[in-house]
């Protein structure tokens, strides 16, 4: 694992680490990502860079 994937894990878990599964679904489904894509759609990278993590 390269240091910049493990510095991404890092944030990752500082801010996700202690919430609950559901707490993170119902985060993950307020993001850009999620609300514009269709249903069982792959989300597209473009919206990486709007993530709120």
Same mark, same amino acid.
Request: hydrophobic share 40%; aromatic share 8%.
């Given at each position: 694992?390269?240091? &910049? ?25 307020? &993001?850009?990502?999620?609300? &514009? ?17």
């Amino acid at each position: 694992m390269s240091k &910049e994937e493990k510095d991404i894990l890092d944030v990752v878990i500082e801010k996700l680490g202690k919430k609950s599964k559901n707490d993170i679904v119902n985060f993950m489904h307020k &993001e850009q990502a999620y609300v &514009e894509t269709a249903q069982r759609e792959i989300i597209p990278f473009k919206y990486a860079k709007s993530l709120k993590i």
